[in-house]
């Protein structure tokens, strides 16, 4: 019973190409996020989105695109990779979006591991 | 400028003893929380604790506790009885409009 499912775990691929990362969450929960931990281990926030609606976009190339086809989903896709996109990348639930409101425990998937070659 | 800041790359605590990690944080938010997150070699995240910002009392869980000053703008985390497997990263983080973190500290718990 998987809270946060992310696939694929391990994801390998040549520069240039373009790949996606699927993430699904079974808590009901509305708010979604995708975080990036590079190599020194440093996680930041990528976007959120809210019962299918773009929250939160960091100042991220607009090579990722995030894509939500119901509240229980949100994928993200990167098209024409490179080098620096290798890291692993978290996809995130909670229950409501803190704005001024009560912030909820973020659950994490377990990460997927991009490797760009 | 970072928000969150954990000044202690790595920490070593022999099993049972108490380990504290240290972290200072900055926002303009009078309304906010904060949380340790801990990230084992499986690189799972799990919620370890959370403090909310207008609860003056310390959060506990179980062998975890938090030293939250607001008016220093610092979060501690304290480990007591030690257990192998609290070994580690631990990551400060706060949430005011979004989630931050710090840049983790590595602790080792040694047998």
């Known amino acids: ?117 | 400028a970072q928000t969150v800041t954990q000044s202690q790359p790595e920490m070593s605590v022999q099993e049972a003893e108490t380990v504290t990690l240290s972290c200072t944080y900055d926002t303009s938010e009078n309304n906010y929380y904060l949380f340790w997150y801990k990230q084992p070699p499986s690189r799972q995240m799990i919620l370890v604790i959370r403090q909310e910002a207008y609860k003056q009392q310390n959060a506990t869980e179980n062998r975890f506790s938090v030293n939250f000053q607001k008016a220093a703008k610092s979060f501690s985390l304290k480990i007591s009885d030690s257990q192998l497997g609290d070994t580690a990263m631990y990551f400060c983080a706060i949430n005011d409009y979004k989630l931050s973190f710090g840049a983790g500290t590595t602790v080792t718990v040694r047998a």
């Open chain 1, 1 to 117: 019973d998987t809270a946060v499912s992310q696939t694929p775990k391990y994801l390998v691929t040549q520069m240039g190409n373009d790949k996606s990362i699927k993430c699904e969450q079974n808590l009901g929960h509305d708010t979604m996020y995708w975080y990036k931990q590079d190599s020194k281990k440093f996680l930041k926030i990528m976007f959120s989105y809210n019962n299918k609606e773009l929250i939160i976009n960091e100042t991220v190339p607009n090579r990722f695109s995030p894509k939500s086809p119901d509240k229980a989903h949100l994928n993200l896709h990167i098209n024409s990779l490179e080098l620096g996109d290798s890291a692993v990348y978290f996809c995130a639930s909670s229950q409501v979006l803190v704005a001024g409101l009560d912030a909820d425990e973020q659950f994490f998937g377990p990460g997927t591991r991009l490797t760009v070659l």
